[in-house]
Each structure stands twice: as C-alpha cells, then as structure tokens.
C-alpha cells in the first residue's frame, strides 16, 4: 500500500474515533440520532477536505495548512454545536479529544516505519485508539460530566492552552512540515511527547476532580451550618413555647376563676372573648410540624417563618415520607432555592398577590413538587435549559443550576411555565 492510502485511511480512523470521544463526553443539545447524523455529516466533511491536502495538492504547504485549520475550526464547531452548555469546558474537550486521536495517528505512522505493514500499523492504531478511548471512559466520563453540572472551576480558558500547545507540537513535530516518514529521527521525541501529554492530563484531571471534591465539601459544610443554626433557632422556638406554656398552666386558674365569676354574672360575652384569648395564647404557642421528616420540618419551619415576616402567604401541601430516595440535604436544599426564588419575585407585588401554592410529594417509588407564584417583570427562559436566568449578572443563577444538577441526578425532569401573570415549576422523579 502507498504512503498516499495509508495516510488517507489513518486519517479515517482518527476522525471515526474523534466523533465517538464527542458523542460520548458532550452533554448532547440534541437527541441521540440527530447527534449521530451530525457526527456522520462531519466525519465526510473531514475525509472530504483530507482529499485536497493528501490526494489533489500534496505538495502544497499552503494547501496542507489552509484545508488544516479549517479542520480545526469545523471540530471545535461541532463540538460546541453539539453541546449543551456552550463555554471554555466544551472547547477545552474538544482540544483535548483532537490530542488523544492524534496519539492513535501518530502510532499507526510509526508502525508503518518500522514494519512496512499497513495491515499490522492499522490494527496497532486502532487498538490505541480503543484502549485511550475505554480508559478515558470508564476513568474519567463520570468526573468530567461532573464538571457541567455547575461551574466549580473558572479558570478554564487558561487550561485550553494545554491542549492547544501539545496540539501545535504534534503537528510540528509529527505532520508538518516534515512527516515521520520523511524524518523518521524524530520518533523517539514524538513518543516522548505523547507520554509527557498523557502525564500532563492525569495531573489536569487530578486538579479537576480535587476541585469538585472541595467544592462539594464546602457546599455541604454550608448547608449543614445552615441546617445547624436552624435547629439551633428551632430548638430556641421550642424552649420559648414550653417557658408559655408553663406561664399559660400557672395563669389557667385564674382564667377558671374569671370565667365562673363571669358565669354568675351571666355575662356570656366576656366568656366568649377569655375563651378566644386563651385560645389566642394556645395557638401562638403551638409547635408548627409541617412534615415528619425532620431536616425537610426544620427548613419549612425556617421559610415559613421568613415568608411570615414578609408577609408573603404560603400555601404549602407536604407529603414527605421518611423512607425516600433522596438525600436529605440536597433535597433540603433544592426545596430552599426554589422558596427563596419565589419569595424574591413575589416580595414586591401588591398584597393579594404576595403568596406562593407549594405541593410536595416525596415517597418511596416518586418526587413530586409543583410550586406556583405570581409575578410581573418578564420571566426569561433559558434557550437550552428552559430553566429561568438570572437577573442579578454572571455570579448569580447557582440556585436554578443546583436544582437542575438534583433532577438530572435522579432521572427527573423540570418545567417552567408563564402563563397569565403565574409562573410555575414542576419537578418530578421516579425512582
């Protein structure tokens, strides 16, 4: 086989495999078919212009680099095309899958030099191609599409340059403008570069993953001060509702004694209105349990108490069993920031429209909660999330990404709708 066919079929190989490390680390924006008809259209696009550089001008530098980096900017297009968050995450995927096939290219030339065997250079490509590919799948896919779930790491700009640089040394040391195979002296650096670039990805992704593990660390410490100071508050309520109701036992006689005074006298009116103050006194002093879950009681007990002093009214309908397959916290949390949205965007209405109708439903088989609010400043929704933005600027919108990061932790799915002043946000999750 020519020199000629056997580049035109490793290129083939690089591109089949470059579309599968897309199709398997992208959040897909589209269904799975029309994910795969792109990646199809793309991989003919690829062969096509490989055509031009390998085949019709071979010689030309000017060809070769032209037909190149439109290559470059086709993947990294389709790629963020692809994707359902679109940023320097995606773009730095996407470098980085151009690196790994480029390794499996460069092992089928250096076969090709040192057997002479198409046949046994294409299986040694493909081979590295499936073990880099199952490597990455089963070390890090999980931890990566962590990493969509919310933005933990801000400096991903500067990481794009690691994979653009080992990118630009491959095509220097290994392609243009002199091919292995015209300096075949420059194996041993290439090899060396490949595990210098695979060393510096381990590091990379040590770096990501510690970082997603600090952040869960501190988010979780966060929201277990709040759930202390909470109980800490809860508890404060409690004490203060026994000190009362001491206070209303060793006050109770001398209520009997005015009501039979007042009895003797018949004066049933003064009786009607001790009976309401003393009812009055009961009920301020009445220990509110929303749910029997009690994490879930000690938040509802928080937002009811911060709604009260608002004068927001809550309608709240609390179904929560104890045996669910829910986290507590997370589920503490998500219910939190859902509250807390619709109490900012009711907070300045006029009073018949300060309310909020919340129903959960948390049992052993499903997750259902539906929460509905008034609201007027236009609601804008996401393109792709359909999930509403933030007003308040880059920095803010955490909430609505942590209560989209727990229904796609379990399976759920998430609607929002505006219709006639009512905005309303179902979540809903079988187990």
Same mark, same amino acid.
């Given at each position: ?12 190989? +690089? ?22 008809? %792109? ?34 900017? *086709? ?12 940023? +320097?995450?995606?773009?730095? /995927?996407?470098?980085?899958? #151009?690196?790994? !096939? ?7 030339? !250096?076969?090709? *030099? ?9 299986? &040694?490509?493909? @081979? ?68 210098? /670039? ?12 510690? =970082? ?20 800490? #508050? ?36 003064? !009786? ?11 009920? =301020? ?23 009260? +002093? /608002? &004068? ?12 669910? @397959?829910?986290?507590?916290? =997370? ?20 009073? =018949? ?6 129903? %959960? ?31 308040? &600027?880059?920095?803010?919108?955490? &909430? ?8 796609d932790k379990l399976g759920g799915n998430i609607g929002c709708y505006c219709e006639g002043g009512i905005f309303r946000i179902i979540l809903f999750?079988?187990?």
């Open positions: 086989m020519g020199m000629e066919n056997f580049r035109n079929i490793s290129y083939m190989i +690089s591109h089949v495999f470059l579309m599968v490390f897309f199709y398997l680390f992208t959040v897909h924006r589209f269904s799975k078919r029309k994910t795969v008809g %792109i990646c199809i259209f793309v991989f003919f696009v690829l062969n096509f212009t490989d055509c031009f550089k390998l085949n019709f001008y071979p010689d030309s530098d000017l060809c070769y680099v032209t037909v190149t980096v439109f290559q470059i900017l *086709i993947v990294q297009f389709t790629n963020i095309f692809l994707s359902k968050t679109r940023d +320097s995450r995606v773009l730095f /995927m996407g470098l980085s899958a #151009s690196n790994y !096939v480029i390794a499996g290219s460069v092992i089928a030339s !250096v076969l090709f *030099i040192w057997t002479g065997h198409a046949f046994l250079s294409f299986a &040694g490509s493909i @081979a590295v191609h499936i073990f880099i590919l199952l490597f990455l799948y089963i070390k890090i896919k999980d931890t990566w599409l962590k990493c969509f779930e919310k933005e933990y790491i801000g400096n991903w700009w500067q990481l794009c340059l690691i994979p653009i640089f080992f990118y630009c040394g491959f095509s220097f040391l290994a392609f243009f403008p002199y091919r292995l195979d015209d300096n075949p002296d420059n194996i041993p650096g290439v090899l060396i570069f490949i595990i210098t /670039m695979f060393v510096s990805y381990i590091v990379v992704m040590h770096y990501v993953e510690s =970082e997603l593990e600090r952040n869960d660390i501190h988010w979780r410490n966060v929201l277990s001060e709040c759930y202390i100071k909470d109980l800490e #508050s809860h508890n404060h309520s409690v004490e203060q509702f026994e000190q009362n109701l001491k206070i209303l036992r060793h006050d109770i006689k001398h209520y009997s004694g005015l009501i039979e005074q007042l009895l003797d006298q018949k004066e049933y009116g003064e !009786v009607r209105n001790a009976v309401k103050h003393i009812n009055h006194v009961v009920d =301020e002093n009445k220990i509110m349990r929303y749910c029997s879950n009690l994490v879930m009681n000690t938040i509802l007990t928080n937002i009811m108490e911060k709604a009260s +002093s /608002m &004068g927001i009214r809550i309608n709240l309908d609390a179904a929560i069993s104890e045996a669910k @397959a829910v986290n507590d916290y =997370e589920f503490a949390a998500v219910t939190a920031n859902l509250f807390e949205n619709a109490i900012m965007c009711v907070q300045d209405l006029e009073e =018949e429209k300060k309310y909020v109708d919340i129903k %959960i439903q948390c049992e052993e088989d499903h997750l259902f909660i539906d929460m509905k609010n008034p609201y007027e400043k236009e609601i804008i929704l996401d393109s792709l999330t359909g999930l509403p933005k933030s007003r308040r &600027g880059e920095n803010h919108g955490f &909430g609505m990404q942590s209560i989209s990061a727990f229904a999750a079988k187990f």
